[in-house]
């Protein structure tokens, strides 16, 4: 048995010399780089148009799409408007007005806030971080299509008059007792769009911690990437526990297992724990990406670099840890001990200062720029203005006093409506004008433009401003009506009044956005002069991203390094080619952007439609109680997702090294750590395991909340079983990882052998866990019915791992994993780290932790 | 020229040289403290309400996380070595400039998430009951 030789790394100079950047480039070479990567990253035509998986195409569907939804949400808040103009207005009925509010409420948030930051950063990340694509693009083209038929699903089901109405946090008792399959179409509709989130999250974490151009250390990275990081952390920590209660929440509602009914030992305050530490953070998600377009824009505005870059990264990443300890601000009036309430008002007041901070810097940038105003500086100015008026309510309803009296009004709705357009909206709006050149190479109408925001800046003060009063004067939210002796009428018909101006204002929108362009000519290349990468881009467009992916020592390349876009059209920089017609683009260190090896990406395909067909056939199917077909659609789901994995990613290559250019010579594979996959698996597995810990969090809930957890002479699950399934988990780990280090050591019989046994093992463990728990009821109290949800859920995180060590056994077999090409089995092992884990806690919570509990 | 292969500045700053997290330090205190407070509180007022030893707790729990996030704070503000080069921004693509950087930011954090701390530890000292 022979080691086998390490994998090859980066060899020839770096940094590149002025000298070698002065060099030129044949005109024959010039030519022949511009027809390799015209030919490798050509978008497809007629309707092979939609198997696009380009962040540009997938990027603007997505923005177009919950744009979409957001504006059919307004049109159900403006049916709303009609219905509270006058006392006593019969245009919607109750039942109607209900599902019109939970549905605007969920449509805006899930269908176009968190999508929305998600859509601005497919389309704009790479262009920032001059990278020719996001690291996965497939994985953001199947997040893209799960989200259009997921988002189709829940909103369509306002036309069969079967729209959830519970309100947009679903509060049980009222919403897992409520008839029909609105719940369920909520619960498993969003479920499904949430996982796109966290997809598009793991996305664009990796995309801006792997994908920099060479040179751009963390320090000297654009705003954004700052911004896009930390929010896709939110995410990961944020959308999990939401995904936990809803998995709870839907064995609820569809076997009846008692986690939220008191009577036979649930609690529903569980559920509003888990939502609002999904709900609150979410805010901020929202908020955060939005103020980053204001952080790109302000510098382009004053002409010069932003004033105080650290603070603003001291601001969102604080913003970011602070978020996660206001969640209880939602739950004032729930009946928990003063002192913990006080300790979520503490942090609500804290968040303020970070929040802050940021706003005085881009004021600061103002002020000591030279200020040229510009359309998207206007709406950026409105956003200020509004979020700031929203923030001073929101100060106010920290506080647990004025919070009662407060709770419920219109109030609350007049804030969060002010945070969330002065946070969100505007600054969104603002980024459309910003960056309409970059993506669509046109210009947007000035005076349209002007036109819009008055009326949007109007009719939102008009309907929001007498908000406050209409609540301080009592008018409890969600009512479909009002009686005239309660005074609140005209305020209401005020309200309404200027809903329809922002509507108008959305309309003219609209139209600039939409209508043709083509007498427009040419636009210039940076119309705003402004300083970072993105405005680097070839007008007309050009599919490959960036013509060579640059050499960064700058904040503001396009200000400081005056050759760059010059030596950047002229293919001077790196990968300025593409000999095998492949995609491709370059992956650099986590801190200081050192080129570590070029990634192959993959191109256009089917296979992720198909995929995000049925992953939406295994959400639809179980809301009406349809099973069978769902397991199917459900496997299908993973062929696709496997056939994807395996044709197209981490094969070995044919050439172990590439010319990447300025005499660089890069890796085309590597493993472990320095791959991208790697760390999609380490950051997806830190939201699984957040997720695992929102359930580990509800047994303990009820033991703290509830006096009959454990019921009394209760059964537990069968220790024997238990203690079994822990050993076969182990087992099964442990196998994997001897089955990565012998294959690394040339040993490839060991480890195809250790492969063979891990599954069934794991098998074995799945079996064992089952047995353990199958003689109680999960229907006769939450104790059991957590003990079966755990036991669920690691099943099906075995089953998972299962299929993961088959495919790698399947790989080495196939030449696919071979001692020196191993990023799968490494990616797989670096699962079976976090399963391991969880089989331990598991195993503890079933076995152990109730003979402990006193 | 250099080569790729030659690591210089991995040897001269090289506390930051594979990862992110040692900025959030001092905020995932400030998340544990939170947490631990939160859980405790939750825990002695369900079960049997001993609010002196809680506040107590709480009091003791404080004091140590302040006292890590000062110590981080102090390295990280060595580590922005402000005094010396008078370098507020810290914006040229070098090493040097990237490690001060984190420093700056994470001296930043540290002085958010004492402040963070010490908010959230004032309703112990100001409210005597679970009530």
Request: hydrophobic fraction near 50%; charge should be negative.
């Amino acid at each position: 048995m022979t080691r086998p030789a390490p994998l090859p790394v980066a060899e020839g100079p770096y940094p590149p010399t002025e000298e070698m950047l002065n060099a030129p480039v044949p005109p024959e070479e010039q030519e022949r780089g511009k027809a390799e990567l015209r030919a490798a990253w050509k978008t497809p035509e007629g309707w092979r148009y939609f198997s696009a998986v380009n962040n540009t195409e997938v990027g603007v569907w997505y923005a177009l799409t919950a744009f979409g939804f957001m504006l059919l949400a307004g049109l159900l808040a403006l049916a709303m408007r009609v219905q509270l103009a006058f006392p006593g207005m019969t245009f919607l009925d109750a039942d109607r007005f209900n599902q019109f509010f939970t549905m605007h409420g969920s449509a805006m948030m899930f269908l176009f806030a968190v999508p929305m930051f998600e859509a601005i950063s497919i389309l704009l990340l790479p262009a920032f971080l001059g990278a020719r694509d996001m690291p996965f693009p497939r994985l953001s083209a199947y997040g893209y299509w799960c989200f259009l038929i997921g988002g189709c699903f829940v909103l369509g089901s306002l036309l069969f008059d079967a729209g959830p109405k519970a309100g947009w946090f679903m509060y049980p008792p009222l919403a897992t007792e409520e008839e029909g399959v609105g719940p369920d179409i909520w619960l498993l509709g969003l479920s499904f769009i949430e996982v796109a989130s966290i997809a598009a999250a793991v996305e664009l974490i990796v995309g801006a911690l792997k994908c920099r151009p060479p040179g751009m250390r963390v320090n000297i990275m654009p705003l954004y990437a700052w911004y896009v990081m930390v929010v896709g952390g939110m995410i990961l920590f944020a959308f999990p526990p939401l995904i936990a209660g809803d998995f709870l929440f839907e064995l609820q509602r569809s076997f009846d297992w008692p986690f939220f009914d008191p009577e036979r030992g649930g609690d529903p305050i569980l559920w509003q724990h888990l939502f609002w530490i999904f709900g609150h953070p979410e805010v901020y998600i929202v908020f955060l990406p939005s103020i980053a377009i204001a952080a790109m824009i302000v510098p382009t505005v004053a002409r010069r670099p932003i004033v105080g870059y650290s603070w603003i990264v001291l601001s969102a990443v604080g913003t970011g840890f602070l978020s996660f300890g206001l969640w209880v601000h939602h739950m004032f009036t729930t009946g928990l001990p003063q002192m913990s309430l006080a300790f979520f008002s503490a942090a609500s007041e804290a968040v303020v200062i970070p929040t802050g901070i940021q706003l005085f810097a881009f004021i600061a940038t103002l002020m000591v720029g030279r200020v040229r105003m510009s359309l998207p500086m206007l709406w950026i100015a409105g956003a200020l203005a509004i979020f700031v008026a929203g923030g001073l309510t929101g100060v106010m309803l920290a506080i647990v006093p004025f919070n009662w009296a407060a709770h419920d009004t219109y109030f609350v709705v007049a804030h969060l409506h002010y945070t969330l357009f002065g946070g969100m909206v505007f600054p969104v709006i603002a980024g459309v004008y910003y960056f309409y050149p970059f993506f669509a190479k046109k210009l947007l109408s000035e005076r349209l433009g002007r036109w819009s925001f008055w009326l949007i800046f109007t009719g939102f003060n008009v309907t929001f401003l007498p908000m406050h009063l209409t609540g301080l004067m009592g008018m409890p939210r969600r009512v479909f009506t009002y009686p005239e002796s309660s005074g609140w009428g005209t305020l209401n018909l005020v309200s309404t009044i200027g809903a329809f101006v922002v509507a108008a204002g959305f309309a003219v929108f609209v139209y600039d956005l939409l209508r043709p362009k083509s007498r427009q000519g040419q636009i210039p290349r940076n119309p705003w002069d402004a300083g970072t990468l993105e405005f680097s881009h070839d007008v007309p467009e050009e599919a490959w991203g960036v013509r060579s992916v640059p050499y960064i020592t700058s904040r503001y390349p396009l200000w400081d390094q005056p050759k760059l876009v010059e030596r950047m059209d002229a293919g001077r920089y790196y990968l300025p080619d593409a000999p095998d017609h492949q995609r491709e683009t370059v992956v650099t260190s986590v801190i200081d952007a050192k080129p570590i090896y070029v990634q192959r990406v993959t191109g256009p395909a089917w296979i992720t439609i198909w995929a995000a067909i049925f992953t939406g056939g295994a959400f639809i199917f179980p809301t009406f109680h349809i099973y069978k077909p769902a397991i199917v659609c459900g496997a299908f789901a993973i062929v696709c997702v496997l056939y994807w994995l395996w044709t197209s990613t981490a094969r070995p290559p044919r050439d172990e090294m590439r010319e990447a250019g300025l005499g660089l010579r890069l890796p085309t594979y590597t493993s472990g750590p320095d791959a991208v996959g790697w760390w999609g698996m380490w950051i997806t597995m830190l939201g699984d395991a957040t997720a695992f810990a929102s359930i580990v969090f509800g047994f303990f809930f009820y033991w703290t909340a509830r006096p009959d957890f454990l019921p009394a002479g209760t059964d537990h699950a069968i220790g024997t079983w238990v203690a079994a399934a822990a050993l076969l988990g182990v087992l099964a780990w442990a196998a994997t990882l001897l089955a990565r280090e012998v294959n690394r050591r040339g040993n490839v019989m060991l480890a195809r052998l250790a492969l063979g046994l891990a599954p069934l093992s794991a098998a074995a463990a799945a079996a064992t866990a089952w047995l353990a728990v199958r003689d109680l009821d999960p229907v006769s109290h939450v104790y059991p019915a957590i003990l079966w949800a755990l036991m669920v859920w690691l099943v099906v995180h075995l089953c998972a791992g299962i299929v993961m060590q088959c495919y790698c056994l399947a790989g080495s077999l196939f030449g696919k994993v071979t001692p020196r090409h191993d990023a799968d089995l490494r990616n797989v092992t670096l699962y079976w780290h976090f399963m391991a884990l969880k089989v331990l806690v598991t195993a503890a919570l079933l076995g152990l932790v109730p003979g402990w509990l006193p | 020229m250099t080569e790729i292969t030659e690591n210089e500045d991995a040897h001269e700053f090289r506390s930051e040289a594979v990862s992110l997290w040692r900025i959030t330090f001092a905020p995932l205190i400030w998340a544990v403290h939170f947490a631990a407070c939160y859980g405790a509180t939750a825990l002695v007022c369900a079960k049997d309400g001993a609010v002196d030893g809680l506040r107590l707790g709480i009091g003791i729990g404080t004091g140590v996380a302040l006292v890590a996030i000062v110590w981080l704070g102090w390295q990280a503000w060595q580590q922005w070595d402000l005094v010396r080069d008078r370098d507020w921004e810290n914006d040229q693509g070098t090493g040097e400039d990237r490690h001060q950087f984190l420093g700056h930011a994470a001296f930043l954090l540290a002085v958010i998430s004492f402040i963070g701390v010490s908010y959230v530890a004032l309703p112990a000292l100001l409210i005597g009951t679970c009530r």
